[in-house]
């Protein structure tokens, strides 16, 4: 009998600490259920599950699971979905994770919901036609998940020109997104211009001499964070 998201949230809830659930709770914020279980916890359990489900099965698993509401639920469906080469099964994957998009409402859950997006962003680098519609959402929440989704384009150190235009690309995304005074929102242009700096560093400084004056000074100080002294604005 395959798995349903019945008996794997079954699964979770045999595991679930009440103690570290409040401790969750109040941490997170966000008013949803939390079973107080670490993300390791939660990662051998959807170990166990990938391998009693194909791929669309895993996808409607997901989808339930997800739709619980439970934090590591939510958790565990991003997990089953993240994967880099899906095939077929590339454009499920992808209408599931954008399903997703507009209930992300706390950090924990989206970036985890980001990391099977940029898989899937990274397989078909088109989408970002529809990430850049993020960047004017009402949500707070899908606006910042337009930096956490598409991390991967910081990280090339020998870029395409491809890549390089989708990176001048994203920053311009964050320019548009830098006068937002929410905290979230700065602390993830701050952490996207950091990991840039690493590979990039001329173009982080150059954006922080246009643009990015408009950041507030902890991201500021965030992007530049690891960058050399003579680079770093």
Request: glycine residues 6%; aromatic residues 8%.
């Amino acid at each position: 009998m395959k798995l349903d998201a019945a008996e794997a949230i079954s699964q979770l809830r045999a595991a679930a600490d009440p103690g570290k659930a409040a401790e969750m709770a109040a941490y997170h914020k966000a008013p949803r259920e939390y079973l107080g279980l670490a993300v390791p916890a939660v990662e051998a359990a959807v170990a166990g599950w990938r391998g009693e489900a194909d791929l669309p099965a895993r996808v409607v698993l997901a989808g339930g699971l997800w739709d619980s509401d439970i934090h590591e639920a939510r958790i565990a469906a991003a997990k089953l979905l993240t994967q880099a080469r899906l095939g077929d099964g590339d454009p499920l994957v992808w209408a599931e994770f954008l399903r997703w998009v507009p209930d992300f409402d706390a950090w924990a859950i989206a970036d985890h919901a980001c990391k099977a997006g940029e898989r899937r962003l990274g397989a078909v680098p088109d989408r970002l036609d529809t990430v850049e519609t993020w960047i004017r959402d009402p949500n707070m929440w899908v606006r910042r998940a337009a930096m956490v989704a598409t991390l991967p384009w910081t990280r090339q150190n020998h870029p395409t020109p491809a890549e390089e235009a989708a990176r001048d690309r994203i920053l311009g995304w964050a320019a548009t997104l830098a006068p937002d005074r929410d905290w979230f929102i700065q602390k993830a242009i701050g952490w996207w211009l950091r990991s840039l700096s690493l590979h990039d560093p001329e173009r982080v400084a150059t954006f922080l001499a246009g643009p990015g004056v408009a950041l507030k000074p902890f991201a500021r100080r965030e992007a530049i964070r690891r960058m050399p002294p003579s680079q770093s604005c």
